[in-house]
């Protein structure tokens, strides 16, 4: 009779090394594909976004405003929901009220706010704050470069006063982009927050911001004070909320900045960064409807340059 030889125990040792070897060189290609993938979802994000501001325009004439007026604090995000194929949830809001409770507002506005929207977010990134029961969003519009009135640091970061394209009580549109379409940033990315409100411990400052009290001014010297400022992680927590602290941003700090964004109370005034989950840099969205891949090493004069709609410096590539 036969004997049937089995495996030896330094043979099985070997098969399983080998399969071990083959998995972890497997690994990455698969989170590399996966990112690819997400990558390219964002994009397109980006770019219907885009379309939906160049079709708010022929509507109306001017893209949305980030906000008009406390306490009407609409975002232009909430604003372009007939054009992103979410025009079910408009007919829930209110536009005539304040859009949260916490400002007077409904409780349909209140309970539309929850709704997560799937465009409105990276596919890197959460869908919600954690704790948070609204709705998310990663791609705030953009104010502007942060520098408002040259020599006036006063005004430097305020969300109504800007040199972008969309931010509180704007009335922008085509015409008033003199820089040119396509060198002029309309939107990009944040991460969003954590949830959490002490300061990290270890540097990383993706998902909470400063905040400095009430009307406080936003400037550098005030944001790096010594001392033991309050920290949020309720960054972009809200879609509906025309506010700095989620739904606009300016190019004060380049993108994926190692400083951490800044607010005040109010979130009238603020200096901050672009952030993604995409390795080396963000991605933005340009008035002409393209969206390009910023370098986080890119120039800062560069970088504050696309933010402006009337700058007139000639930016070339990026």
Not at 86 to 114: C, H, I, R, V, Y
Not at 216 to 222: D, P, R, V
Not at 281 to 291: E, L, R, T
Request: glycine content about 10%; charged content about 15%; hydrophobic content about 35%.
């Amino acid at each position: 009779m036969n004997r049937r030889q089995a495996f030896t125990l330094v043979e099985l040792l070997v098969v399983i090394a080998i399969i071990g070897i083959l998995i972890a060189l497997l690994l990455p290609a698969v989170q590399q594909a996966r990112e690819a993938a997400r990558r390219m979802q964002c994009t397109n994000n980006l770019k219907q976004m885009t379309l939906a501001l160049h079709n708010y325009d022929s509507a109306l004439r001017s893209f949305p405003p980030g906000g008009l007026g406390y306490p009407m604090v609409w975002s232009a995000q909430a604003q372009l929901l007939p054009y992103v194929e979410q025009g079910n949830l408009q007919d829930l809001l209110d536009f005539t009220q304040p859009p949260m409770a916490s400002f007077g507002g409904p409780l349909q506005n209140e309970n539309a706010a929850k709704t997560k929207i799937a465009m409105f977010l990276c596919p890197s990134d959460k869908d919600s704050v954690p704790g948070s029961e609204y709705g998310g969003i990663s791609y705030p519009a953009c104010l502007g470069s942060g520098i408002n009135k040259v020599g006036d640091s006063s005004d430097d970061g305020s969300n109504s006063n800007a040199d972008g394209v969309i931010f509180s009580l704007s009335k922008i549109s085509f015409r008033d982009i003199t820089d040119g379409t396509s060198n002029t940033v309309v939107f990009s990315e944040h991460l969003l927050g954590d949830g959490n409100t002490s300061a990290p411990t270890n540097s990383d400052y993706r998902h909470r911001v400063i905040e400095l009290t009430t009307s406080t001014q936003t400037t550098e010297s005030a944001c790096t004070a010594s001392g033991a400022p309050a920290w949020s992680g309720q960054r972009g927590a809200k879609w509906i909320n025309g506010h700095l602290a989620d739904t606009m941003y300016n190019h004060w700090y380049g993108p994926n900045s190692k400083n951490p964004d800044c607010h005040n109370g109010y979130h009238n005034f603020a200096i901050t960064s672009a952030r993604s989950q995409h390795p080396g840099g963000v991605q933005v969205a340009m008035a002409d409807g393209s969206a390009r891949f910023a370098s986080e090493t890119i120039d800062l004069t560069i970088w504050r340059a696309i933010a402006t709609r009337g700058g007139g410096e000639v930016v070339g590539s990026f």
